[in-house]
Structures are given as C-alpha cells and as structure tokens.
C-alpha cells in the first residue's frame, strides 16, 4: 500500500509540472526555486537556482524509474547554476528529482 501511494504522489507532482518549448534547441521546465533547461547544442542540463537552496540530493530518472544521474549535497545561492552533462543520456523522457530543506521538486524534461 505504501508504495502505491509514493507512485500516486510521484505522478501528482509530475502532472502538476509545466513545460514550454524555447525555439527547437532548448526546453525549460519552471518552479518556483529553480528554472531547469536542456541546451541541446552544449548536451548539457543547466538547473538555475532563484533562492538560496541547502540541496540534498539530486537524481534524473528515466521513464522506466532508474536513475540514470545522482549528485550529493551542495548549497546553491541564488541565480546559481548546476551544469550536468548529458552526452551519456538516450532520447526520451527523463524527471529531475531535486531535494532541498524545503521539501521534494519533479519536473519533466525531453531530450532530443
């Protein structure tokens, strides 16, 4: 039963994410501590922090739940950014899980 909850809780939060389209080269996904974008010409995911966050972990996952990419902790001031490289990464869907003090962010991303 626990488990059930945690995968309806996961797919709340990720329905509740919003994702646009800059030009063809660069999708962003929005909260309100941080602003994530994919630059596709650099292969790289640049999180920019918009406060200052104690981050505990950080973990990119793809659609079939592995974790593809997991950091340690860090503190990020803000308008500071965290540049992850993503050559290694196929095509598809992918879900950034950031933990602060504040609590757990997911929010979608697409590499083309």
């Known amino acids: 039963m626990k488990k059930i909850c945690l995968y309806i809780m996961f797919f709340l939060a990720i329905i509740s994410l919003s994702s646009f389209t800059d030009n063809d080269r660069d999708i962003k996904s929005r909260s309100n501590n941080f602003v994530v974008s994919v ?5 790289v995911i640049n999180i920019k922090f918009n406060a200052e966050s104690n981050i505990q972990n ?3 996952i793809n659609n ?3 974790i593809v990419v997991e950091s340690g902790s860090a503190r990020c001031y803000e308008n500071s950014t965290i540049e ?3 050559t290694s990464m196929e095509s598809g869907t992918y ?5 602060t003090d504040s609590g757990i962010e997911i929010q979608r991303i697409i590499i083309n």
């Open 58 to 60: 950080i973990k990119i």
């Open 39 to 43: 630059n596709i010409e650099e292969q």
């Open 64 to 66: 079939n739940s592995e």
């Open 95 to 99: 879900f950034i899980r950031i933990q």
């Open 84 to 86: 992850i490289p993503i």
